[in-house]
């Protein structure tokens, strides 16, 4: 073999090594399937443009916050096809979410909620089914799935968000917290504009879904907002 071959064949080797690394790394994802599910729920087109730009690899954080995985902002995007599958992959989670909501469905196991947040769902809050024992299971089952993968990677990577998927994934998680399970703190939201926070998400992600129904079975002891008459 003369050395123009010799280096086309290890050319043609490195290349499909690259394609095979690239190719097992997206599907070791953990929400791999799950975004190529809500791709073909939502009856859009998942090609490899698209998950060549859901899987290309963010800039390196500049600090402590955007280094742990809270920062929702998302990413800066080149062009009108960027934008486009930004929007159609964020909408289509949303759409998963509510329509987990609905069915019961969940991203984990229920057990990984107490795992690693030390109480159960029936713990937390005080039911074991209805309307917001759904909610509860399938937003905290999404968080627990994404922060298991998020301290994973800061094991290996020094920070959470690697992909671009991963900052879709966080900006839905976020704001699905900050409408249903936002952190006590000193600012105090008022009830009608948290109301009108869940509304909206409800009119743009789960129109035939009204507020009461996923606060279905709510133990106000446990829960006191909303007050639900």
Sequence with gaps: MNTRKLNNFFLIIIVTLCTINGIHA??????????????KESKLTYDSKVEQMLYSKLPKPQNIFERSGLNSK??????A????????????????????????????????????????????????????????VAYWTLKAKLRKYQNASISKYGYANIYYVDALLTFVETTLARAFFPIPGS???PE?????GIQELLDAFAPKMIIKELYEGVNPQKVPWPILK
């Design 74 to 79: 998302l990413p800066k995007l080149q062009n």
């Design 187 to 189: 600012t105090q939201i």
């Design 81 to 136: 096809e960027e934008k486009q599958t930004v929007v159609q992959t964020i909408t289509a989670l949303f759409h998963q979410f509510f329509n987990n909501v609905k069915k019961g469905g969940k991203y984990c196991s229920v057990e990984e909620i107490e795992k690693q947040y030390g109480q159960s769902p029936e713990e937390h809050i005080g039911v074991s089914s209805g309307g917001y024992y759904r909610l509860f």
């Design 26 to 39: 997206q599907e070791s994802h953990p929400f791999y399937w799950d975004i190529k599910e809500v791709y």
């Design 192 to 196: 009608s504009v948290r109301r009108q």
